[in-house]
Structure formats: C-alpha cells, structure tokens
C-alpha cells in the first residue's frame, strides 16, 4: 500500500480533527498543522500516539516547507465571532496563508484542496446559490475580513493554475456542525446545544425568519476527499452543504426538543450583514463528486448534542 503524506492546516480545528482522523484511517501519514487559534489539542489527543500522524504548531502567516503529496488548507478562525476578533490576522491568515500554501504546492508539487465558504455568496440575491453566482457581498462591514479573504484566497488558486499549472481543489462548505466544536465557537449549533444543555436562555439574533442549510461534519469530509480526488482539470469551486434549509427559529425548537430543555427563547439583536438566506444548489458535486449529504438534521443534531453532553 502506498500511503500518501498529506498536510492538514487547521487541522486541530473542528472539521480538520474529523478530516485527520479520516486520513488517518484510510492508511495515509497525516501532518497536521495549527496555530491553535480556535483549534484545540483536545479534537486530536488520541491520535497522537499514532507513528502516522505528526503534530505541528505553525502559523500559516508565516512559510513552512514539507514534503507531501497533497495539503487541505483549512487554517482560518470560521465562527464570526473569532473570525472578527482580529479581523487584520484572519485577512492575514486566508491571503498569506493561501499565498505561503500555494508556493509550497508549487515547490514540492503537491494537490492542493481550498476550504472556502458559501459566505462568498455575501447576503445572497440568488436562491439557492449555484456556483455561478459572483455573490452580493459588501467589501467593507464587519464580515468583510472573512469573505473578502476567503475571496481573494479563490483568486489566488485559480491565479497559481493558470499561471503555474498547480493542481488546485477549491470547495464552498456551507454552515457544517457536529462533534469537536468548542462548547465557546459561537456559531448557532453549538450555542443553542450548550444552552439548552444547561437550561440557559437560547438567544436568537433577530428575528429567527433568516435561514441557513446544515450540514453534518460526516458529510463534509467524504466530500473533500472526494473532490481532492476527483478527475484531472475538475478544479471547482464546487458547493458543499445540505440543502435542506430551516429558519434559525425552527433549528432552536428543533434543538430544546431534542434535548427535552426547559430553556426559552430570547431575542437579541441582528449583528451587521447577517445573511437572511442561504441554500446550496448541489447539482455540480452530485455530477462530478457522485456526492450528496446523508446525514438529516435531527439525526446530525442528536450526535451533536451525545458529544456536548460528554463534553460540558
Ligand atoms: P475552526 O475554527 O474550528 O478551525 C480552524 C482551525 O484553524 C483551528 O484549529 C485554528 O486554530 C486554525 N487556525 C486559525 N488561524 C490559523 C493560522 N493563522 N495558522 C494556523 N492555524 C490556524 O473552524 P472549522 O469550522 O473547523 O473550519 C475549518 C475551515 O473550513 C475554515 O477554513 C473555514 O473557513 C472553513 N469553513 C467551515 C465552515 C463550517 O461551517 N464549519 C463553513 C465554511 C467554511
Ligand atoms: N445565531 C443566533 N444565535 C446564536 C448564534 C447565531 O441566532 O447564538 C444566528 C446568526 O445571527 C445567523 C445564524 O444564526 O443568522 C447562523 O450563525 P453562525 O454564526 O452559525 O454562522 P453564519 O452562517 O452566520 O456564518
């Protein structure tokens, strides 16, 4: 068997742990890279005694130089609001990171697979959003540092193809949730587990009448692997999500039922430039990936909430 070294930037985070493991398990030597911004030791201590599998604390602002055959650039804090935290660094950590991973899988000619973000579709026009559409995002606002640099990351890729002939993946992941989220990420899914856990107000921002489509983390991984390996020349950006789409109100009754919470609703208010809709068309990874989710809400939901019970 020929086991193929691969780099994991990002990968203590929460969708790289589960994308290390994966690797790990299909026999290949994983390397995986974090700053431990928001990543945590935690998502990947037991895979630490494992000879495949190496540890580096690197920040991807800064070059780094290996030999692999394929990297998955994940780095980037993806919670608003770590994302706004230090919105220079995150801007910093999509653009060099992309540029320093770029010339690496140029140097050592490696495959490169980018996790960008349906947050390049800004507060969509076009519903659902095929990969077509350039998106309504504003450029200056407070989620500007996110999806401008996960923008301006897509460029780069398709900058080094057509320029240095760099076999790129470029994948838009839409809202993703499941085990190894921080209990503190912020995002919706894991807010509302923790506090219904723990009988505490669940906040909604707004209304509750914005949508967004969630994806189980199970689903997303075979989807990376499946596009890092799909044929020659198919470099995206192709979309990743679950199309089935809810209203945030409906994903917090949906999370103190399962939960049996006696938690109530309150309503705060809309931070900037929420998006008030989002649905991926998934017809481009349903023709070349053969890919399509198989994880629905309340299933993906209840492994979520097993995971936080074990965990707060
Ligand atoms: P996460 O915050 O849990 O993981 C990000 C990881 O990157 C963390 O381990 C963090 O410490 C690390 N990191 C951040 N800045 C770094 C830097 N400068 N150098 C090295 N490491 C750094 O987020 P996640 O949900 O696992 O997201 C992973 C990737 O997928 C991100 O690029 C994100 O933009 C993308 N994505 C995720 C979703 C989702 O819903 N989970 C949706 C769209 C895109
Ligand atoms: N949201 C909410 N309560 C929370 C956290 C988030 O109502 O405690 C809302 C947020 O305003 C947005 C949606 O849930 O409309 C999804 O937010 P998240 O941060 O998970 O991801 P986004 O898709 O906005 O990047």
Same mark, same amino acid.
């Given at each position: 068997?020929? /086991?193929?070294?691969?780099?994991?930037?990002?990968?203590?985070?929460?969708?790289?742990? &589960?994308?290390?493991?994966?690797?790990? @398990?299909?026999?290949?030597?994983?390397?995986?890279?974090?700053?431990?911004?928001?990543?945590?030791?935690? @998502?990947?201590? &037991?895979?630490?005694?494992?000879?495949?599998?190496?540890?580096?604390?690197?920040?991807?602002?800064?070059?780094?130089?290996?030999?692999?055959?394929?990297?998955?650039?994940?780095?980037?804090?993806?919670?608003?609001?770590?994302?706004?935290?230090?919105?220079?660094?995150?801007?910093?950590?999509?653009?060099?990171?992309?540029? @320093?991973?770029?010339?690496?899988?140029?140097?050592?000619?490696?495959?490169?697979?980018?996790?960008?973000?349906?947050?390049?579709?800004?507060?969509?026009?076009?519903?659902?959003?095929?990969?077509?559409?350039?998106?309504?995002?504003?450029?200056?606002?407070? /989620?500007?540092?996110?999806?401008?640099?996960?923008?301006?990351?897509?460029?780069?890729?398709?900058?080094? &193809?057509?320029?240095?002939?760099?076999?790129?993946?470029?994948? /838009?992941?839409?809202?993703?949730?499941?085990?190894?989220? &921080?209990?503190?990420?912020?995002?919706?899914?894991?807010?509302?587990?923790?506090?219904?856990?723990?009988?505490?107000?669940?906040?909604?921002?707004?209304?509750?009448?914005?949508?967004?489509?969630?994806?189980?983390?199970?689903?997303?991984?075979?989807?990376?692997?499946?596009?890092?390996?799909?044929?020659?020349?198919?470099?995206?950006?192709?979309?990743?999500?679950?199309?089935?789409?809810?209203?945030?109100? +409906?994903?917090?009754?949906?999370?103190?039922?399962?939960?049996?919470?006696?938690?109530?609703?309150?309503?705060?208010?809309?931070?900037?430039?929420?998006?008030?809709? /989002?649905?991926?068309?998934?017809?481009?990874?349903?023709?070349?990936?053969?890919?399509?989710?198989?994880?629905?809400?309340? +299933?993906?939901?209840?492994?979520?909430?097993?995971?936080?019970?074990?965990?707060?």
């Amino acid at each position: 068997m020929i /086991r193929k070294k691969i780099l994991v930037t990002g990968g203590a985070g929460f969708v790289g742990s &589960h994308l290390c493991e994966r690797l790990l @398990n299909e026999g290949n030597e994983v390397y995986c890279l974090d700053n431990f911004f928001t990543g945590q030791k935690q @998502n990947i201590v &037991h895979l630490l005694g494992n000879p495949y599998f190496e540890l580096i604390r690197h920040d991807v602002v800064n070059p780094y130089l290996i030999e692999v055959d394929e990297i998955y650039n994940l780095a980037c804090p993806a919670s608003p609001i770590h994302y706004q935290y230090n919105p220079i660094k995150t801007m910093k950590t999509s653009v060099m990171g992309a540029i @320093n991973m770029l010339g690496l899988a140029k140097r050592v000619n490696a495959k490169i697979l980018q996790a960008s973000t349906s947050e390049v579709y800004g507060d969509p026009l076009v519903h659902p959003q095929p990969e077509s559409y350039w998106g309504h995002v504003n450029p200056i606002g407070n /989620r500007a540092c996110y999806d401008e640099g996960k923008r301006s990351a897509e460029a780069l890729f398709l900058n080094y &193809h057509r320029q240095n002939d760099v076999d790129i993946k470029i994948i /838009r992941i839409f809202n993703t949730y499941g085990p190894n989220m &921080h209990p503190n990420d912020g995002r919706v899914v894991s807010n509302f587990i923790v506090q219904a856990l723990q009988n505490q107000d669940i906040t909604i921002y707004g209304q509750g009448n914005q949508t967004r489509s969630f994806q189980y983390v199970d689903d997303l991984v075979e989807g990376m692997i499946r596009l890092m390996n799909s044929r020659d020349g198919f470099t995206g950006p192709v979309n990743i999500g679950n199309p089935n789409e809810f209203t945030i109100l +409906e994903l917090a009754q949906k999370v103190i039922e399962l939960t049996g919470s006696k938690s109530k609703i309150i309503y705060q208010p809309l931070p900037s430039d929420d998006p008030m809709q /989002r649905q991926p068309d998934i017809s481009l990874a349903e023709k070349e990936l053969k890919w399509k989710p198989t994880i629905e809400l309340e +299933e993906g939901l209840t492994k979520t909430i097993e995971f936080f019970k074990s965990v707060i």
